[in-house]
């Protein structure tokens, strides 16, 4: 939704201003021009970065059309999950949770919390970290850096989108300067015609720095940006999981656990003491 009031924001505030200026919108309308850019910019988006990560940015731009699903809602749901997960397995053992964190998706528990079992990779991480503490053969501080290079490869992972559409980006004032260039050629073979019809060809030269500068701050580089803030609050999620794990892996309560995840939160979603102990006793 704020991509594209901003984008509506953008594009109305400059045409509104050239209109202002007794611009004619036509003027910038050259689909030749588009089809430089464009096609410059996704060619080299191919060539520079492999399928995963072409698809990583079209999924991070279509995502980016979606409210956050990392806000307060979605936190107060995770307490309650590791709530009832690490209870479970102080009441009954971790024997006892080994139905569920084999298969989550068939697990009484997870089916609770669809929006948790909807993010995959916190699914992942905390089954798979359980499963770590099943074995009984991990300590704690080696427990810790298995964490810590899971979520150092999801993160690494997970930024190549933005990096890839942030180098495109960079790359759009170069390529509208290339459309100018060509304009600028065809103009110079028609040097010789009515002053008109030079100074068309000059503005609609003119148009490809103009459309690549406008790409490249105005709407793929804020993109980029927000794809990478998404980014950043999925790693922000997985580390209140981090934080509840070793919490119990050293022996701390289910109650405490949760309260180490609890602190982790950002303070804009963090719900108070007396809220997470409301969210564990009301259950979803």
Known sequence: MFLIIGLVVVFGSIAGGYVMHHGQLGVLIQVNEFIII??????????????????????GCLGLLKPDPFGRKAYEELLQVLYQILQKARK????????????????????????????????????DTMKVLLTGTVEDHHLAEVIDTDLDQHHHEALSGPTALTKV?????????????????ITMGSIGGAASEIGEKVAAALVGTFVGILLSYGVLGPMAGAMEARVGAEHAYLLCIKAALLAFARGDSPMSAVEFARRNIAPEFR?????????TKAGP
């Open 271 to 279: 719900p108070s003491f007396a809220e997470l102990e409301k969210l």
């Open 92 to 127: 009954d053992g971790l024997v006892g949770i080994e139905p569920h964190i084999e298969d989550p998706e068939k697990s009484d528990i997870f089916k609770k919390f669809p929006g948790f079992l909807h993010h995959h990779h916190a699914v992942s991480l905390l089954c």
């Open 38 to 59: 464009g096609g410059a910019g996704l060619g080299s988006m191919v060539v520079g970065n492999p399928p995963g990560v072409i698809k990583r940015v079209i999924s």
């Open 169 to 185: 980006g960079d790359a759009m004032p170069g390529f509208g300067i290339v459309a100018a260039v060509l304009g600028v050629i």
